[in-house]
C-alpha cells in the first residue's frame, strides 16, 4: 500500500540554523501538506501545497518557512532560522481530494 | 471557543464493549469530518471521513454525523487492546483540498 515517506526522522540542530525536512508524498496525489505537533498538544496545520504552489498557509507560517517541491516527487520544508520553539514533530500529509494521508514525522530537537 | 473540541479522556471501556467518541465543531460552513487514531509517537493514521448527515459504517467503526447540532461522533463496536490510542477529530471547510483543523483528542484505552 503507498504511504508518505519522511526523511530524517530525527533532526537536532542549533538555534539559528536552518533545517530542511523532506518527504515523499504518494505518487499520485495533487495536494500537500505540513502539519506540526509540540509535545502534549494538538496537531496545528503549517501550508498547503496544490499545482506547484502554496493554496493556504497558517499564521505560524512565517517568513522562517518555506516549502518547495524541486521535483516530481519530493516536498520539502525549510526553517532559515530555527528557534527553540521550533521543537516538534513535524508531519507531511498528501491527498488526492478527500482524506489526507500522514507520514510517519520528523521529529526536530532545537537547542 | 475552540474550532474543534473532544472530551480529552481519558476513556476507559472493557474489551469488547462499545467504545463511543464525540467531537462538537464551532464553524458551520465545515464540510467534511474525519476521524484520526494516534498511538503515542505516531502519525495520525486516517481512519473514517463522512460528509453527510447520518451514519457511516466501516467494520467496527461507525461515524455519525449531525449538522444540525456541529456533532460528529466515532463509535468503535467490539473493542480490541489495540484500539487504545488517541482518537483526534478533524474538520475541514472543503471537500477536497483545505486544512485540516484537529481536536486535542480523545485517549481512549481498552481493558482486556
Known amino acids: 500500500e503507498p504511504e508518505v515517506t519522511q526523511t530524517p526522522s530525527h533532526q537536532v540542530t542549533q538555534m539559528g540554523q536552518e533545517v530542511i525536512l523532506r518527504c515523499v508524498p504518494i505518487?499520485?496525489?495533487?495536494?500537500f501538506y505540513w502539519y506540526r505537533q509540540i509535545l502534549g498538544q494538538k496537531v496545528e496545520f503549517l501550508v498547503s501545497f496544490y499545482n506547484n504552489e502554496i493554496s493556504e498557509k497558517s499564521e505560524i507560517f512565517d517568513d522562517q518557512f518555506s516549502v518547495e517541491r524541486p521535483d516530481g516527487s519530493n516536498f520539502t520544508l525549510k526553517i532559515r532560522s530555527t528557534k527553540l520553539e521550533d521543537s516538534a514533530m513535524y508531519f507531511c500529509?498528501?491527498?488526492?481530494?478527500?482524506?489526507?494521508?500522514f507520514g510517519p514525522g520528523t521529529r526536530l530537537t532545537v537547542l | 471557543q475552540k474550532e474543534v473540541e473532544q472530551n480529552s479522556g481519558p476513556l476507559s471501556v472493557p474489551e469488547g464493549a462499545i467504545a463511543s467518541l464525540n467531537c462538537t465543531y464551532s464553524d458551520r460552513g465545515s464540510q467534511s469530518f474525519f476521524w484520526y487514531r494516534q498511538y503515542s509517537g505516531k502519525s495520525p493514521e486516517l481512519i473514517m471521513f463522512i460528509y453527510s448527515n447520518g451514519d457511516k459504517e466501516d467494520g467496527r467503526f461507525t461515524a455519525q454525523l449531525n449538522k444540525a447540532s456541529q456533532y460528529v461522533s466515532l463509535l468503535i463496536r467490539d473493542s480490541q487492546p489495540s484500539d487504545s490510542a488517541t482518537y483526534l477529530c478533524?474538520?475541514?471547510?472543503?471537500?477536497?483540498?483545505?486544512?485540516?483543523?484537529f481536536g486535542e483528542g480523545t485517549q481512549l484505552t481498552v481493558n482486556p
Open positions: 505518487s499520485n496525489h495533487l495536494y
Open positions: 478533524a474538520v475541514n471547510k472543503e471537500t477536497s483540498g483545505s486544512r485540516l483543523t
Open positions: 500529509a498528501s491527498s488526492s481530494g478527500s482524506g489526507q494521508f
